[in-house]
C-alpha cells in the first residue's frame, strides 16, 4: 500500500492492483489467501492427522481451502490453458477442433473443465472427482455456462472412473496429492487411444529442495505438508509423493505406468505442464 500526503490518499501500484483486485489476472492472489486462511482454521484437525499419522483428506476440509484452491489456480488456467498449455502437446489442439473425448480427471469444481469445453464447442468433456460436494458445484456451473449439454461430471475416484478410448486425459494440480498415483497413472493408460494424451498440469518444482528456496517453493512447500500430503495419506496406498513432487517424481510414476513417452511440455511461475503418451 502506497500513501500520498500531499492528497491524504492511499493507493495501489499497478503491480499490486494486478495481484489484489483484477481477478483475471494469472499472479491474482486472494484465492492464496483465502486458501491460507481455511488452512489455519483446519490446523487443529491437520495436526492430529500428523500426529497420527492417519491423513486428512480434501473432502475434510472446509468451504475456505475447496473454494480458495480454485480461486488461486483458476486465473492461471483462464491465463494459459487454450492459448498455451494445450498448444504445446503434439496434436492435440487439432483433436479438440475436430471433436474429441476428454476426460478431465480430479476437476473439483469444473473450472478447467469448462473452460476447455467453451473453447472447443465439438468435443465431449466427462469430468470425475471423488468429492460428491465438488462435482454438485462443478454440474451447477456447467449449467451456468452452457455447456452442460456437451459436459457432464461424475463422483469418481482417479483410478475408477468410467469409459475408454479417450483421446485426451487431464489432471490439473492434483495428481501429486493422490494416495495412489502409480494406480491412477494406469487406469490412464487404459483408458486412453493408442494415439491418446494425458496432459498433467502439476505446482511448480524443483527435483532438489534447494531449488524450491524462493517464494513460490515456499509457499508451495507449506500449503504441500499442510494440504497435499495429508490428503495422500489419508487415502489406500498413501504413497505421499511428497510435499512437491517436482518432474522426476512425477516422470516415475507415469513411465511405472506404461507411458513410453513423457516430456515437459511447458510451464509458467506457478506451474509445470507435462505431456505423456502410450
Known amino acids: 500500500m502506497n500513501y500520498e500526503p500531499e492528497t491524504g490518499r492511499y493507493f495501489l501500484a499497478p503491480e499490486q492492483a494486478m495481484a489484489l483486485t483484477d481477478a483475471n489476472s494469472p499472479a491474482y492472489l486472494p484465492g492464496f489467501f483465502q486458501l491460507a486462511l481455511g488452512s489455519v482454521v483446519d490446523s487443529p484437525q491437520i495436526t492430529e492427522a500428523a500426529r497420527s499419522g492417519t491423513g486428512l483428506g480434501w473432502h475434510e476440509h472446509g468451504t475456505d481451502v475447496l473454494d480458495g484452491c480454485e480461486r488461486f489456480f483458476r486465473p492461471g488456467y483462464n491465463a494459459n490453458l487454450v492459448s498455451q498449455w494445450l498448444p504445446a502437446l503434439d496434436e492435440v489442439v487439432g483433436k479438440l477442433e475436430r471433436g474429441a473425448v476428454v476426460a478431465d480427471v480430479g476437476c473439483g469444481h469444473g473450472s478447467s473443465t469448462i473452460l476447455m469445453a467453451e473453447a472447443f464447442p465439438d468435443s465431449t468433456f466427462v469430468g470425475t472427482d471423488y468429492h460428491d460436494g465438488s462435482i454438485r458445484t462443478a454440474r451447477q456451473r456447467a449449467r451456468d455456462a ?26 490439473f494440480d492434483c495428481l501429486h496429492d493422490m494416495g495412489d498415483p502409480l494406480g491412477a497413472a494406469r487406469h490412464v493408460h487404459g483408458s486412453l487411444k493408442p494415439d491418446g494424451t494425458w496432459m498433467i498440469v502439476e505446482p511448480y518444482a524443483e527435483d532438489r529442495i534447494e531449488g524450491n528456496f524462493n517464494p513460490v517453493g515456499r509457499a508451495y512447500y507449506a500449503f504441500s505438508t ?53
Do not use: H, W
Not at 146 to 170: I, K
Not at 226 to 233: F, G, K, M, N
Not at 243 to 268: H, L, W
Open 146 to 171: 452452457g455447456v452442460d449439454g456437451r459436459v457432464r461430471f461424475e463422483t469418481a475416484a482417479a483410478a475408477a472412473y468410467e469409459g475408454d478410448g479417450y483421446d485426451l486425459v487431464t489432471m
Open 226 to 278: 499442510l494440504l497435499c500430503t495429508p490428503a495422500s495419506l489419508s487415502q489406500e496406498v498413501g504413497l505421499a509423493l511428497g510435499a512437491q513432487a517436482g518432474e522426476a517424481r512425477i516422470r516415475d510414476v507415469v513411465t511405472a505406468a506404461g507411458f513410453t513417452r513423457f516430456r515437459r511440455a511447458a510451464e509458467t511461475p506457478f506451474n509445470l505442464v507435462f505431456e505423456a503418451r502410450p
